[in-house]
C-alpha cells in the first residue's frame, strides 16, 4: 500500500492508507475469475461455426389437390458460416443455396428415409436450384444481425436477412437444448421474391411458409458453469 504521513510538528492522526489497484500483488489476492453466460457460450470472443460443427436444416410442406401424393421435406444446408463476436456482440452468417441436400420425406413430423429415390432426389433438388432460388443468379444467402437481448438459456436475435436478392428485417429466437443453441423461424418465401414450388397447376405445391433450423454446440468449459 501507498500511505500518507503528516506533519510531525502536529499531533499525528491515524495515517491514511490507500491500496494501489493490482492483482496478485503481495497480501492482495488475485481476483475472482467468473464465468459469465455469454451468448452462444463461447469461450473466445470470437467463434465460427460450419457445416462440421453444426447443423442447418429446412423444413417445407406440401399443399394442393394432390397433397396427399406429395410429401414434406427436411432439407440439409451443407455449406455455411456463422460467426459470433462476442466483444461486439453481433452475429453474422452465410449460407449457399446450391449447397441445399433433401435428406428425406417427412411424415406427421417424422423423418421416412426409404420413400424418395434417387430420382426422385435429384429432381428436387433440381427444381429447388434452378426454379425456386435461382442460385445461379443469388449464390449467397445472408444474416447480419442488429440487436441481440440475452438470457442464461434463450435469447432474442434482431437483424437483416437477405434471400434471393431481397433484404428483410426478422427476428430469432434461440433457445438452448441440451448442449446445443439452437435458432428456429419460420419465413414467407414471397416476402423475397421467391415463388413456392407448384405442379400440375397448382394441384401439387409447396406452401409459402418454410421452417429454418440452425443448432450449434455450447462451449463445454462454460457450459458447466451455467
Known sequence: PSCEARDSTRPRPKRVCVPMAHAGGRGHPP???????SFFAVEADMAR???????CFVLTFKEGLLASVAHDLKIRVTEFEVEVDEEKRSISARFVPSSLKVACAMRDGVEAPRVLNDKDLRDIEKNLYGE??????????RFVSTAIQSGETSHTVEGTLTL???SRPVVVPVKR??????????????????????????????KP???VRLSVPVAQAVASAL
Open 49 to 55: 461455426f460450419d457445416a462440421k460443427s453444426a447443423e
Open 31 to 37: 481476483p475472482v475469475s467468473r464465468v459469465r453466460p
Open 177 to 206: 437444448e441440451g448442449e446445443r443453441w439452437v435458432a428456429e423461424i419460420g419465413l414467407n418465401q414471397p416476402d423475397f421474391g421467391v415463388k413456392p414450388f407448384r405442379a400440375l397447376l397448382g394441384a401439387l405445391k409447396v
Open 164 to 166: 434471393h436478392g431481397t
Open 209 to 211: 411458409e418454410v421452417r
Open 132 to 141: 425456386v432460388l435461382h442460385a445461379d443468379r443469388f449464390p449467397e444467402i
